[in-house]
């Protein structure tokens, strides 16, 4: 199909685009790399009359600084694949990426239009919420930072405001003795996840036991979720090895399972789902495990 | 909706063209400069017979806007072949290995291929197939797509071992 017809415009500074934003109001939408706004509009599942192109608001590259990675919105995802300081500091997200569509997308894909998006099988957006990432927001009225834990509320819609843009995506530098892992159940590689998991463990400071774990969840609601840190607190003071491991790690599984609802579609029941959550979540669990102890070692 | 003039370069060639804001790039280098070689498949950048190389990086022509193409250099499958139409090597590989059936995922395999060998050089097999996951193919069954994308790969590393391939 064809889009309907929009009229375009090219920010050259996100203060432009801002301004662009308010102006245009409810019609107009934020251009970032497009691989999922263009097949909305070639759908017309979306018809704004206004695109605001930012790709030429920005040429900052990844960096360092405070303790967190910070991650230009514009950021492709081959670039996240790629990167030193992405792959060094939060490798969880350059895993998980590679799950993300293909090539071309990956080129053109950007880290802030992913999590803008809020796309509830998001295997950015579940390890952003994993990783107790933040995202920096610019509107009319300033900038902002907004934890990704508040960024989404349902299917496609996330609590920025009307004019505002995410600017840089803010990823706490993964630590010593801290373990992650990423799974997820697609029908065909490169495929939206039918469910996925991003799992991170971090062990006390004698690095014999877990200190603290967060598992965030993808297909499993109307948003990318953050397991309830009660189901996980029973895996504090405890390791993840041998058989009675494996039991801990299962039943904290089955408990986040439990706390689901997943709703069908065409690809897969809720039950179904509640049953990928269950294996796939232990399986991360004890994966981020381990990579935990051998960071530790 | 108003239309505009931009210039596209495309496979070493500047054309001015009057494009809508919501013309993509595969309808303009298909419908207006009548490049058989970028195809409309899906339109959803899933099944790649759309792409080009924009600066040098596969994407998807659909799912870029024309106007976003505008001052950068495009090259579609053409641009690859010699003086005189002259076949790339990866196209004779994808002959001799009869990895091209109807043809209309062709040019989107060759230059999604040829992206991973400059960049990989010499991919494993499970590679090529990962990176070729967004090109789908109906005839071929994708193994002797796979067989000449690797004939290729050995060929250029052992033409000129410790360079990127053109």
Not at chain 1, 97 to 108: A, I, P, Q
Not at chain 1, 264 to 276: E, Q, T
């Amino acid at each position: 199909m064809v889009a309907s017809a929009f009229e375009y415009v090219a920010a050259g500074s996100y203060d432009e685009a801002v301004r662009l934003l308010a102006d245009g109001g409810d019609e107009a939408k934020i251009l970032a790399g497009g691989q999922s706004l263009m097949p909305m509009l070639n759908l017309r599942l979306a018809h704004p009359e206004l695109l605001i192109d930012i790709n030429m608001a920005d040429e900052r590259q990844p960096s360092v600084a405070d303790g967190m990675l910070r991650l230009p919105a514009l950021t492709r995802h081959r670039v996240l694949l790629e990167h030193d300081l992405v792959r060094r500091h939060c490798p969880l997200l350059a895993e998980a990426v590679r799950h993300v569509g293909n090539v071309r997308v990956r080129n053109r894909g950007t880290v802030g239009g992913s999590l803008a998006h809020a796309d509830p099988t998001s295997e950015i957006g579940s390890c952003a919420l994993a990783t107790g990432a933040h995202v920096a927001v610019r509107g009319p009225d300033g900038d902002r930072t907004v934890p990704v834990s508040e960024l989404f509320v349902s299917y496609w819609t996330t609590a920025l405001a009307e004019s505002e843009i995410i600017t840089d995506v803010l990823i706490p530098v993964g630590r010593p003795r801290q373990g992650w892992s990423f799974h997820e159940m697609v029908r065909r590689t490169s495929d939206f996840a039918i469910v996925a998991v991003a799992a991170m463990v971090e062990l006390n400071e004698r690095a014999d036991t877990i200190a603290a774990t967060r598992v965030a969840l993808a297909g499993v609601a109307d948003r990318v979720t953050l397991a309830d840190p009660e189901l996980l607190a029973g895996l504090a003071g405890r390791t993840l090895t041998g058989s009675t491991g494996d039991e801990a790690a299962d039943a904290a599984a089955a408990r986040i399972a439990g706390s689901l609802e997943p709703s069908a579609d065409v690809h897969a029941s809720g039950d179904y789902r509640r049953r990928l959550v269950r294996v796939l979540t232990a399986r991360a669990l004890r994966e981020a495990y381990a990579h935990a102890a051998g960071a530790a070692a | 909706m108003t239309l505009r003039q931009i210039v596209l370069s495309v496979n070493d060639r500047d054309h001015e063209v009057w494009v809508l804001p919501s013309d993509t790039l595969l309808d303009v280098l298909h419908d207006e400069l009548g490049m058989a070689d970028v195809r409309y498949g899906c339109g959803e950048g899933v099944c790649g017979t759309c792409t080009v190389l924009l600066d040098g990086e596969p994407v998807n022509g659909c799912l870029t806007l024309a106007l976003q193409a505008a001052g950068r250099q495009v090259t579609t499958l053409r641009g690859l072949m010699g003086p005189g139409e002259a076949m790339h090597p990866l196209q004779e590989c994808f002959l001799r290995r009869g990895a091209s059936q109807c043809g209309f995922c062709t040019p989107g395999m060759v230059l999604t291929a040829l992206d991973l060998v400059r960049r990989r050089g010499q991919p494993s097999r499970e590679e090529i197939r990962y990176a070729l996951v967004g090109n789908l193919c109906r005839c071929t069954g994708y193994t002797k797509i796979l067989d000449a994308v690797e004939e290729y790969a050995g060929q250029a590393a052992a033409d000129a071992p410790g360079e990127v391939p053109s």
